[in-house]
């Protein structure tokens, strides 16, 4: 502060005045673990920062953008505030659910904050501030660690850029891509942060980004001879072509329900042409997947029926009644090995998935040990109803969800198939038993009845479409790149 009159006043008419602001401060955001209070997708967080201003009254200094689907966001917009070293500035931070496009948060949940002060933030010793913050939820807590980095704002000038791209690779397995990119500054410590982040064009391999502004100081700490990293995420093709392998796994239902084989009733029966709804769905998936797999050679398993010599229940038989090497070559001898069980098995049951779930998680697991982009897993499940082990199976799915594996579940026949759509969690997150939720969806359900006057690649097109943002999103959750990543474009 500086005091102001003459040397003869009277302390009592001395004024006070508050000095300029010393520097200009920008923070940098992120958090972990944020609460998820949308139903059927993540929450799509936005944080604001408010300044007290006494009495207990707050306005607010600025905020982020919205990150969409995002429990652990890291915000590219900083927050800028006046910094002065004569004052507590008190600080608070919150983040909220953004579901519409109004600028009042009062019809935001608040998904967590707190508060500090600038001078906390700006005198830490590593150039970052981490804040721990509890968030209430039912009757147990969440911890969720914030970062916040404070910069000060040394330059005034600012950058505006507008970038378009051409004939970008076609990296969606269905459809065109949705191009964004992201834009980093390196720091003296050689790790890169987050400055810019555009928005996302869909299905557009030409796309043009919106004009955008950025302070010198945000972008290259005002030094433009720094390096500046310009990156888009890794997508399914970058993966595939990267080394992944995809691993196709089926499983068929042999439950009593779905009628004897014999009748033209059943839907097991094989019509004239050697055909039926459960090799119609083999052969609609299997026709795609099936490039995405070097040996082509592809473990099958039927369950929920009496298997010989024996003819004890098996919900987990192979389907070539070999267990140690269920594996059939190509489709084909899925095919096979499903048309020469058929007469040798008794169909019973009930329906569980469980067991065949957990198998092939199992192997997932072990090539989840590697931490590496080379395996991920796709298990087919073809049914005729309603399932019977529902709790088991929504935990399998949950321990499933952490690993490199997705799910398909077609229905056959003209089954009520509620119990399905559950499972397939878009209308809801799907939780086990216990309340954990899946880490990331990876379940997809189609009743075939839906496609039966549709050309034969519909059905694929529908059941797969979802499987390269879930294989993305599991290594993107485990922060794994490709095993052979795409050279930087020139």
Known sequence: AVRAGSGGEAAAG???????????????????????????????PLCV??????????????????????????????????YHFEKVQKLKLGVYDIDNKSVDLKDDDYLGGFECTLGQVSTVKYGFYICLVWFR??????LGPWLIVADEVKDNRAIVLEVEARNLDKKDMFGKSDPFL????????????????TEVIKNNLNPSWKKFTVSVGTFCNGDFNKPLKIEAQY??????????????????DFTGSNGDPRSPESLHYLSPDGTNQYLNAIWSVGQVIKDYDTDKLFPAFGFGAQVPPDFKVSHEFALNFNPNSPYCQGIEGIVQA????????????????????NHVARIAAGAAQQSNAAQYFVLLII??????????TKQAIVNSSKLPMSIIIVGVGEADFKAMEVLDGDNGVLKAPSGEPVSRDIVQFVPFKSFTSAPREALAQTVLAEVPGQLVSYFKMRNIIPVNPPAPSK
Request: charged content about 25%; some cysteine; glycine content about 6%.
């Open 182 to 197: 992201e834009f980093f500054k390196q720091a003296d410590d050689g790790s890169w942060t987050l400055v810019h982040r």
């Open 49 to 82: 920062l408010l300044q007290s201003t006494g009495n207990d009254q707050w306005t607010e200094v600025d905020r982020t953008e919205r990150v969409k689907n995002c429990q652990d966001p890291e915000f590219s917009k900083r927050l800028c505030i006046d």
């Open 338 to 357: 499903y048309r020469a069980a058929l007469p040798q098995v008794r169909l019973y049951g009930p329906t569980n998935f469980s067991p065949i779930i």
């Open 235 to 252: 997508t399914f093709l970058d993966y595939v072509m990267g080394g992944c392998q995809i691993n196709f796994t089926v499983g068929i």
């Open 137 to 142: 939820l039912s009757d147990f807590f969440i």
């Open 383 to 392: 049914t005729d109803g309603e399932i019977t082990d529902l709790d088991q």
């Open 14 to 44: 001395f004024k006070w005045m508050a000095t300029q602001c010393v520097v200009k401060v920008e923070l940098t955001i992120s958090c972990k673990n944020l609460l998820d209070k949308d139903v059927g997708s993540k929450s799509d």
